[in-house]
């Protein structure tokens, strides 16, 4: 009888819980699907389409009421959830995850070769690399010390107007301006940093998102250095040791120089072996520095910034770094970005790129580098397979994040490899 009752309040409350999601989806739905306009005699008009408003509310039932049965039985969603304590991560965990981030390294190598040819994948490619590198370097930030930034474009923006400028004014190359990029956004991150000591969650959150509306707004209304709306253009492209990729010019081109003919796909695949290198030395950065003792204070400031005063540790010290090195990765992808379009403007670092990176640091699993590479392929990827269905592409997006995180809330590769393995004899 008892268990007769259960089973019945359990289909209730799915049942509850699909006709919240229908409700929810038939306000969503209601100005997408159900109201369209055309153009009539007496200019525009509302038309509607109740039909296919009703469709989308019952598929969202529909699927709601499946995901929650399904769950249920692959025992995904217990029925009660016992705190335990978390296990340690497994060796076996841990070789899986480094086999399948060399396999990742080695199909990344590959893949100019395994798509000759076929210049739309090795473009796409190369901007998943690019937010491949800003969410690794907004993993400092978030994942490893447990700060949250919503300003994290303004770094972006920084480094690519530092090349831009330096390029079109000064005649600064590529490599020449890298790293003068990186330091000047390093600075804006203790510059941001130091405000913001004292402050944590929203409240923190609150003033990033400020400063990136502030850089943005810079850029904006400082017409005669930035060039204001009409951006900065004729940037030049970057070169192989001064061998520029081009059918000619002042001196020797990489084709003449090599004795190959002169192809525009070259260029492109020079720019992804570029960001590659450029994502895949960020990556050793960060590793080296997670082992270091400011990469441990990192993560012991995140788990308790109280207990690490205490601890003698300078707090103050630790937020700038991360600060830092977390706008100085973003400065350097800015610069390859600058360098790949050859024209920057305001309107490629607002705040929905923020958002984006910081989605794919969450929906990848907070402090793991493998998660960010596959959060970015998903994100970047997703939307291009939608440009067919352009309509309801922004909602096919939305509905996937949040599958993600139903299914995996943690990201998708919430395990990952602990900074410091304490010894069994130390445990006891």
Partial sequence: MSATIMKESDLSLRLRDALWASVIAGLIGLPLLGLTTRDGMHGLQVETRWPLLVAFIAMAFAGRLTLQIV?????????????????????????????????????????????????????????VLIYVMLGWGLNVVVGLAGLLDLGYVAFYAVGAYTYGLLSTHFGFGFWQALPVAGALAALFGMVLGYPTLRLRGDYLAIVTLGFGEIIRLILVNWGDVTGGPNGISSIPKPTFFGL?????????????????????????????????????????????????????????????????????????????????????????????????????????????????????????????????????????????????????????????????????????????????????????
Avoid at 87 to 105: D, E, I, Q, R, Y
Avoid at 251 to 256: D, L
Avoid at 385 to 409: C, H, K, N, Q, T
């Fill in 244 to 428: 520029p990729m081009a059918a000619f010019g002042e001196g020797p081109t990489f084709a003449s120089v090599f004795g190959i003919d002169y192809s525009p796909g070259q260029r492109v695949v020079f720019l992804y072996y570029l960001i590659l290198g450029l994502a895949l030395l960020t990556s050793l950065l960060v590793n080296r520095l997670r082992r270091l003792p400011v990469g441990r204070a990192w993560e012991a400031v995140r788990e308790d910034e109280i207990a690490c005063k205490a601890m003698g540790i300078n707090v103050t010290n630790v937020k700038l770094s991360a600060f830092a090195t977390g706008a100085m990765l973003a400065g350097f992808a800015g610069v390859f970005f600058a360098a790949r379009q050859g024209f920057i403007s305001p309107e490629s670092f607002t705040f929905p790129e923020s958002a984006t990176i910081l989605a794919i640091v969450v929906l990848g699993g907070m402090g793991s580098q493998l998660g960010v590479v596959f959060a970015a392929t998903v994100l970047v990827v997703l939307p291009e397979l939608g440009r067919d269905f352009s309509e309801y592409r922004m909602l096919a997006f939305g509905v996937a994040m949040v599958l993600i995180m139903i299914v995996r809330p943690g990201g998708l590769i919430s395990h990952r490899r602990a900074t410091v393995n304490v010894p069994s004899e130390a445990k006891q």
């Fill in 71 to 127: 769950m249920h039985r692959l025992n995904i969603i217990p029925k009660r959830r016992t705190p335990t304590r978390p296990a340690p991560p497994s060796v076996a965990g841990n070789g899986a995850l480094a086999w399948l981030g060399a396999g990742c390294v080695a199909f990344a190598v590959l893949l100019p070769a395994l798509f000759a040819g076929n210049r739309y994948v090795v473009d796409t490619a190369t901007t």
